[in-house]
């Protein structure tokens, strides 16, 4: 039997967006930055291979159900999810998401403290990917499991999680 292959969507958004404000009142400072990619598409292969051998939250809700609807026709689970784990068009996902991406807050020391010698002493704390405000795919749709190649852009195939980061600065003008 012979398939021809269909556009399923696209792993390029539409729209990439950032709004970033910041303010400064008596020596302290605090920043905020929100980004959103809005549109593309991305595959979960660890959601598919999750189904197929029966552990995800969808299976087991199957499982209890004792069947899948596929139509009018009533399937086993096991039946249901072995066929479309190689159908890559049941696990597409919108990558659309909006994240609070940064924030900081911080204090400049006063001048007087240092004499003439350093001026501008600013300490501050900083978080970076810190809420997931809005996303649809059960994987950050940011992340890529290649970097070398196009082959497995937006592909999650049991990929690390996104990494929140937290620091600390110290700026000092001389």
């Not at 299976?59 to 609807?69: H, I, L, T």
Request: glycine residues 8%.
């Amino acid at each position: 039997e012979n398939t021809t292959p269909f556009k399923i969507g696209t792993v390029n958004p539409k729209w990439n967006l950032g709004w970033r404000h910041g303010f400064n009142y008596k020596g302290i400072n605090a920043s905020v930055m929100f980004t959103a990619r809005i549109g593309g598409n991305v595959i979960s292969k660890t959601q598919a291979t999750l189904d197929r051998f029966g552990v995800s939250k969808a299976s087991a809700d199957a499982r209890e159900a004792g069947y899948v609807m596929l139509g009018n026709i009533k399937m086993k689970p096991q039946d249901y999810y072995g066929t479309i784990y190689d159908l890559d068009s049941y696990y597409v996902y919108s990558a659309t998401n909006i994240r609070l991406q940064e924030a900081s807050i911080g204090y400049t020391l006063p001048n007087k403290w240092f004499g003439n010698v350093v001026k501008n002493v600013n300490i501050s704390v900083y978080g970076t990917n810190l809420w997931m405000i809005y996303c649809k795919a059960p994987f950050d749709p940011e992340l890529s499991a290649s970097t070398s190649s196009n082959y497995y852009m937006n592909v999650d195939y049991f990929m690390q999680p996104s990494l929140r980061n937290f620091g600390f600065n110290v700026k000092v003008q001389f």
